[in-house]
């Protein structure tokens, strides 16, 4: 037999040895690698949060401006002053600060005056000095404070224009084209952030609950939608998910990574010429010297005791953050807990109390959502 010969018959005997050993070696389980292993038992490869109260770094309790009837949008007059209200957003004025801030500045407008001042320096005031601007005006911001010792440094920071926006009950009919056109303008304008250093960035949020929650419309909730904006919420089957859940839900949302933001925004208004004036506005008297002739009231809480609105009170709400986790990028909320992942940390959160202008945070607040976060994880599977 030449050589040739021998390697045509040898190479088929030796691959029906190997089948036949493999055959009779002992079944092992299937391994996947890491990345993978979420995705090869069928679903979304969801990583686990690392929770414990030692991972806590800090807690801080936010006041959200709320207004049963919806943000104050109107103009009014202060002897020779021009008042252009823009405050009162509730949980929404980051997601609406863009819209609401193109309402004021047409108001602005109309006035044909260019010095314009801007009291406050939140999300709100920032954007619609910014705007303001665009259309050649030369602003002055007046704020207590700067970020980040702001009330808008202690929000969530996720695509959220209708929460706590105004309770349906009480808003005028006209409000809800009033809140659309601002949400379109906003979602726009939110547009221009992204793959801008991670300002605003694309993530999953998660729903998780034992049964399909029920809503009841009202004060705090979220009355309003636009469908089409962002992808809609959609329900996972058990395969799609590895949660001990019996009603799950996804979709991708817009999330700020805030502190980022804000300092973008000041830094850009600044560039363009914007001035910024710590000068506190405690009474109509301190608006009324100002050189300006028109000022536009972004001071959201405290516009209060300054314009006398007894319709404007707080939703206190606090958060917990957790010590970054490099692979953990979504957002989840379940029933007592919620909890957002960003550049600066993972805020945990889910009350939100009424009235309540007390900033102290609650340590066994901190707990309780931490309990529920650790129940949760523990019962994921994978």
């Known amino acids: 037999m030449n050589r040739r010969n021998f390697f ?25 690698p890491d990345k993978h292993f979420h995705i090869g038992r069928g679903y979304h490869q969801i990583p686990k949060l690392r929770l414990s109260m030692d991972r806590i770094v800090k807690e801080t309790v936010g006041l959200r401006p709320f207004r049963a009837s919806g943000p104050r949008l109107d ?17 929404s004025g980051w997601s609406l600060s863009w819209g609401t801030g193109n309402i004021a500045r047409n108001n602005v407008l109309a006035t044909n ?15 619609t000095a910014r705007l303001l601007q665009e259309r050649g005006c030369e602003v002055t911001i007046y704020t207590k404070d700067v970020p980040p010792n702001i009330t808008s440094n202690l929000a969530t920071g996720t695509w959220s224009p209708a929460s706590r926006v105004c309770d349906v009950k009480v808003a005028k009919p006209e409000f809800k084209a009033i809140w659309e056109e601002a949400t379109r303008f906003s ?29 009841t419309p009202g004060a705090g909730g979220e009355d309003f939608e636009i469908h089409g904006l962002i992808p809609e919420r959609v329900k996972l089957e058990a395969k799609e998910h590895p949660f001990k859940a019996d009603h799950v839900t996804r979709r991708t949302n817009l999330m700020f990574n805030i502190p980022s933001y804000l300092r973008h925004q000041l830094q850009d208004f600044v560039m363009f010429g914007g ?11 301190d608006i009324d010297a100002l050189p300006e002739k028109v000022v536009v009231n972004c001071m959201g809480l405290g516009a209060k005791p300054v314009f006398n609105d007894q319709e404007l009170t707080p939703v206190s709400g606090q958060l917990s953050c957790l010590i970054p986790q490099s692979d953990v990028n979504y957002k989840l909320y379940t029933q007592g807990a919620n ?12 009350n939100g109390i009424v009235g309540n202008w007390d900033t102290t945070p609650s340590k066994e607040q901190t707990e309780k959502t931490v309990g529920i976060l650790m129940k949760l994880m523990e019962e994921m599977k994978g």
């Open 113 to 127: 005056e260019k010095k314009v001042a801007v009291i406050g320096c939140g999300t709100v005031g920032i954007a």
């Open 187 to 215: 979602f726009r304008r939110f547009q221009f952030f992204l793959g801008l250093n991670d300002i605003a960035c694309w993530a999953e949020e998660y729903g998780v609950f034992k049964q399909m929650p029920v809503y």
């Open 75 to 91: 103009v009014e007059q202060l002897g020779n002053k021009t008042i252009v209200h823009n405050y009162g957003h509730g949980g």
């Open 275 to 285: 001035k910024v004036k710590i000068q506190e506005i405690k009474k109509l008297e």
């Open 339 to 350: 909890f957002i992942s960003r550049k600066d940390g993972i805020y945990i959160g889910s």
């Open 8 to 32: 045509e018959k040898a190479i088929p005997a030796s691959f029906a040895l190997g089948t036949i050993a493999s055959s009779c070696a002992p079944k092992t389980q299937l391994q996947y």
